[in-house]
């Protein structure tokens, strides 16, 4: 499972660590000229790279790529909380917000990302106006919103993959499909009802 960490004070998000999360919620992505990320509402009709000719794919940002130093960064560390090195398997490794950013890296704003989360998971979502000023205060206005929206996501996601997974057991487990008292046909009608669920927990 995928877990990516709102809570804490985090400035932004690696780029490859943001692509993978874009990815994983069923969005499409475009770098374009080597400064900007486009994030778009879905795939592209290739996969996850969305071509200039699809012009119907909903924009969701145009996220600024940066190099630059930052004091909280989200990147992909090894399970004890080293580098990442070339041949680490993904799964034995895990995402974690650092104190500060690596000049060797490329970051994107981790306001903006959490924005994009929110308009693909919870598009109708009601976002309070933030009345201050600057833009320290508005960030952290915003990220708030935004964590309080993907939060009560993630937990009604987890209440559905629940579901999911029950039924899922009465199709697969040898026991309960031997139960006469449990028509498949249903459990399956059920099961093909159920919305896309992105394998993404929010941390």
């Known amino acids: ?50 071509s200039p000719k699809e012009t119907e794919n909903q924009l969701l940002a145009n996220l600024a790529v940066d190099e630059g130093s930052w004091s909280g960064a989200i990147h992909r560390v090894t399970a004890d909380g080293g580098e990442v090195a070339r041949g680490v398997i993904v799964a ?62 993630d937990l009604v996601n987890k209440d559905l993959r629940s579901a999911r997974a029950a039924l899922q057991d009465q199709i697969s487990d040898p026991i309960l499909k031997s139960d006469l008292s449990v028509d498949l046909g249903i459990v399956k009608e059920k099961l093909a009802a159920f919305p896309y669920l992105p394998r993404v927990d929010f941390v």
């Open 92 to 153: 034995e490794s895990i995402l974690k917000s650092e104190v500060y950013s690596k000049p060797f890296h490329e970051y994107v704003d981790f306001t903006a990302v959490l924005r994009c989360c929110v308009d693909k998971l919870v598009p109708d979502a009601q976002i309070a106006e933030c009345n201050m000023f600057g833009r320290g205060s508005r960030d952290r206005h915003f990220c708030e919103e935004y964590t309080k929206v993907l939060e009560a996501w």
């Open 1 to 50: 499972m995928f877990q990516f960490p709102i809570h804490g004070f985090t400035q932004v998000v690696e780029i490859s660590v943001a692509r993978e999360l874009f990815y994983l919620l069923g969005c499409g992505a475009r770098r374009m000229t080597g400064e900007s990320l486009y994030v778009f509402m879905a795939h592209g009709e290739l996969g996850f790279y969305v």
